[in-house]
């Protein structure tokens, strides 16, 4: 019984489209592989979904494998017909043209689609894998998690912004 009714709402949610905020909240980096020869990769991120696109470069980390972000990015997106989310990890360079460290892409619509995903109220940090064309092999980590926020929604019932910004050193 439990599965007709779930499968009653699935279909009501197919049939309405709805706007939501995508949340991504990039907390830090693990082990990204050297981009440059005989150092550290300077690490940054450019997060996509659909036409909208963040690009940190300005915010590059100088020689840093294990980079620490601690920023959200805002995404607006239809469900059903939402694009996937891309993010690559780049490698800044001055002299000659920034190089891909690794990509991973997220399909936001399994998510929302998902009823034991949308019932989770703290939604789970996850370490995504972040891969290059020319290799099969990880080239390093993302900590991170993602909300998907109705925008209907009573201001008292929105969701909470979380401050992730490092303490300041003591």
Not at 3 to 23: A, F
Not at 27 to 51: Q, T, W
Not at 74 to 88: N, T
Not at 151 to 159: D, S
Request: glycine share 4%; charged share 30%.
């Amino acid at each position: 019984m439990a599965d007709i009714e779930s499968d009653v709402i699935l279909k009501r949610m197919l049939l309405k489209e709805e706007k939501s905020i995508v949340r991504i909240y990039m907390i830090e980096g693990f082990n990204l592989a050297s981009r440059d020869m005989g150092g550290l990769s300077d690490p940054y991120l450019i997060l996509k979904l659909g036409d909208k696109k963040f690009d940190e470069r300005k915010n590059y980390i100088l020689d840093e494998a294990n980079p620490t972000f601690c920023k959200h990015y805002d995404f607006e997106a239809y469900f059903p017909g939402c694009p996937m989310l891309f993010i690559d990890a780049m490698d800044y360079d001055d002299l000659f043209g920034d190089d891909l460290i690794g990509s991973t892409s997220v399909d936001l619509e399994d998510r929302y689609f998902l009823p034991e995903w949308r019932a989770l109220m703290n939604k789970p940090v996850e370490y995504r894998q972040l891969y290059h064309p020319s290799t099969s092999i990880s080239q390093g980590q993302l900590k991170m998690w993602i909300e998907i926020n109705p925008v209907k929604v009573k201001p008292e019932e929105q969701a909470i912004v979380y401050n992730i910004t490092p303490k300041p050193p003591q």
